[in-house]
């Protein structure tokens, strides 16, 4: 048998997740006043995790490296949450949100998992609803949807281009709430960079005051990671500067096994890279394919007038563009799923039809839409006959009205009026599938340690659905982890507080503390980003959004060679006894440096594409589905868990096999 047990209740899928809640063990009122709980991360899901379970009685410690909870990266999410409430009465169910969830992951999650997932998106709407969150309106007064790729129908609610922020105030207000009653403790500045373990249960972790350089011991009965995705391995993506993998990856090495590493978000619609000396990439959200329409020009010299200023793309004819995800994927054109929409930018663009100066971007257009909404709105103020300006007045204000702060954002980046000009697009890293393998109840490999939200391997399969990761991360916190955690700690209720003084807090804490004197002594010549910087390359080249054998191989070697290197030569100023964040980023670096070669590692070892995993040697040769991901379900089936052996080229993979008892194994087509 596996050593990974999934722990998914038996019986008929729509029931598992009632009957499991109706049968776990639950702890009194009573004695939730006397266990602890540490929750590392203050995102959606931590903030959720942590003023959920201090609601129901437990005494939580939350921490974050930022100055504020609300200050991490959930804040930046923009186009929206889905929620199977069938608002617009267009079809959508529970079975249709799951379905299209499992389908759109490239059938690599569990089914129970995602059942589960979609059984509670309405719940957290309700939920949000309540804390005031100001979803987008219809004119009648009623929530607004608005449609995300691989999917039929409109789920997605929001809140302009700023759904994540308003989800987090929400979340941050329930948490403040009980940081006011004194059942959450809140830890700011603090990083979590050791896990300690008491007789194989994780008991606490050892933090680091970041203004002071203090090491601290904190003990409880449980630890929840939630400390979200590791796409900075790349250095660039649309995630924040801060975002990194050192929470999961301690507890990997302490016993938790990573689950699916190589299964990376490329995100089709991000604001180009400009050259060698930037260090984020801007997203745009998807909610824009709504409205927006995704094209190349049909002709090389077209696209070489264009290059060197000598034609603007709103000179081009509609014969002379090639909307192409319409001429691909009819049925649903611009709305693909992120996977399938970036490959297809990348295709064009290495045939040479990129519209930039790099050659890496294609245009998303919302000329047409301008002109849809224009005459909606002239016939709705009964206007006869409008002049074209009037349209295009009244269609960019309802682009406005729904897009505008997204619109600033490109403007101010790009200095070019999106409203005019259509946006130059190019895909890029955003969001990690894999994670910390946890089973049906959220808990990791590691008795007691939990992980939720991006951080944990997730619903997700091999491609997440836009809008469904923050449904996840609110489904874990609010809705999941407040059930399953109950099940372990009553088995807890006569433990006392953990002592910080046994002897494992006092070897974790030496840990660290030479992990860090090690760095702080090498005071070589380069610097920490010098590293990232090299890391990210070779894993954008490698094993970004095209991988084959060969290229992982050398990733896998090149990786290890930037470990060393680094181990040798990084100089870190200042001081460990303060303020210094070169040595926070060191750290983090170190992680992503082991991080990256496991992620080649499971991306070589996978010889199938599904999802944003496009291996080159997987392809469809033949047919209506040519040229497209070619999966594997005879062979990988599996969800790989990684468990740590040392180096990362020794990691021992457990594998996970799916079983599909509710839905098809089907060749995914968006044709
Ligand atoms: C630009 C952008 C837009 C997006 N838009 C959408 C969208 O519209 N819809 C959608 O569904 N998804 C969207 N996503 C994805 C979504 O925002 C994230 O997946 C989600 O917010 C992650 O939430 P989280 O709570 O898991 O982690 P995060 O929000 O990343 O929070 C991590 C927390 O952990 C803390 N932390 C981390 N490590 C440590 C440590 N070692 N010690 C102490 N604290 C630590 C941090 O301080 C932080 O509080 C978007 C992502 C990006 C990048």
């Not at 990376?264 to 998807?286: A, N």
């Not at 082991?594 to 040769?621: M, Q």
Request: aromatic fraction near 8%.
């Amino acid at each position: 048998m596996s050593v990974l047990d999934s722990k998914i209740p038996e019986g008929p899928l729509k029931d598992k997740w009632t009957n499991h809640k109706n049968h776990i063990n639950l702890v009194n009122p009573a004695n939730k006043r006397n266990i602890d709980i540490i929750v590392v991360g203050t995102g959606l899901a931590g903030g959720s995790a942590a003023a959920s379970l201090a609601e129901m009685g437990y005494n939580v410690k939350s921490f974050c490296y930022q100055d504020s909870p609300r200050r991490a990266h959930s804040i930046a999410a923009q186009g929206g949450i889905n929620a199977a409430k069938n608002y617009q009465n267009d079809g959508d169910s529970v079975y249709r949100l799951f379905y299209d969830t499992v389908k759109g992951g490239d059938y690599r999650s569990r089914e129970a998992n995602v059942h589960r997932l979609a059984e509670v998106s309405g719940n957290i709407i309700d939920q949000c609803v309540a804390q005031g969150v100001p979803f987008g309106r219809d004119y009648g007064g009623l929530l607004d949807n608005r449609s995300f790729g691989g999917v039929l129908v409109s789920r997605t609610f929001y809140a302009k281009g700023q759904t994540g922020q308003q989800l987090l105030l929400g979340a941050y207000s329930a948490l403040n709430r009980q940081i006011a009653k004194g059942k959450v403790t809140m830890y700011n500045r603090h990083e979590m960079v050791e896990l300690v373990k008491v007789n194989g249960k994780a008991r606490g972790i050892i933090a680091r005051n970041l203004e002071t350089g203090e090491l601290e011991r904190h003990s409880a009965h449980a630890v929840v990671i939630a400390s979200g995705g590791y796409g900075n391995v790349f250095f660039l993506s649309t995630n924040a500067m801060g975002s990194n993998a050192t929470a999961a990856w301690k507890i990997h090495k302490k016993g938790a096994h990573f689950a699916n590493p190589c299964y990376t978000q490329i995100h089709p619609t991000c604001i180009p890279r400009s050259g060698d000396h930037q260090s984020k990439l801007t997203l745009m959200s998807e909610s824009l394919r709504n409205d927006g329409r995704i094209w190349v020009p049909k002709n090389m010299e077209d696209v070489l007038a264009i290059r060197e200023g000598k034609l603007k793309p709103i000179d081009l004819s509609e014969k002379q563009r090639d909307y192409y995800l319409e001429r691909r994927y009819p049925a649903f054109g611009n709305l693909v799923p992120r996977d399938v929409a970036s490959r297809a930018a990348k295709e064009r663009c290495d045939a040479g039809y990129g519209v930039n100066e790099t050659g890496e971007a294609v245009y998303l257009d919302f000329a047409s839409a301008i002109q849809r909404y224009g005459k909606q709105e002239a016939a709705i103020a009964r206007m006869e006959s409008p002049s074209d300006e009037k349209i295009i007045e009244l269609g960019a204000a309802v682009i406005e009205s729904k897009y505008g702060n997204l619109f600033q954002m490109y403007e101010k980046i790009v200095a070019q009026d999106p409203y005019k000009t259509p946006m130059m697009i190019y895909p890029a890293v955003h969001y990690t599938m894999g994670g910390v393998w946890v089973d049906y109840n959220l808990m990791t490999s590691v008795e007691g340690c939990y992980c939720i939200g991006e951080a944990n391997f997730s619903d997700h399969g091999a491609n997440r659905l836009g809008a469904s990761a923050l449904m996840q991360g609110l489904a874990d916190g609010y809705f999941v982890l407040p059930y399953t955690i109950g099940d372990y700690l009553s088995n807890d209720i006569r433990t006392r507080k953990i002592s910080t003084e046994s002897s494992e807090f006092v070897e974790a804490e030496k840990e660290v503390s030479d992990r860090i004197e090690k760095l702080m002594n090498i005071q070589g010549t380069k610097s920490v980003d010098h590293f990232h910087k090299l890391l990210g390359k070779a894993m954008w080249e490698y094993v970004g959004m095209a991988r084959n054998e060969e290229g992982l191989k050398k990733a896998m070697s090149e990786i290890k060679q930037i470990r060393t290197d680094f181990w040798n030569d990084v100089r870190i100023p200042g001081d460990k006894n303060s303020l210094n964040p070169e040595l926070e980023k060191a750290g983090r670096v170190a992680d992503f440096l082991e991080l990256g070669e496991l992620f080649a590692k499971d991306a070589l070892h996978r010889n199938e594409s599904c999802g944003g995993h496009f291996r080159e040697e997987s392809v469809e040769l033949d047919g209506l589905q040519k040229g497209e991901a070619k999966r594997n379900d005879t062979d990988y089936a599996y969800v790989a868990a990684w468990e740590y052996k040392g180096e990362p080229a020794d990691a021992v993979m457990h594998k996970e096999e799916l079983e599909f008892n509710d839905i098809e194994l089907k060749q995914r087509s968006y044709k």
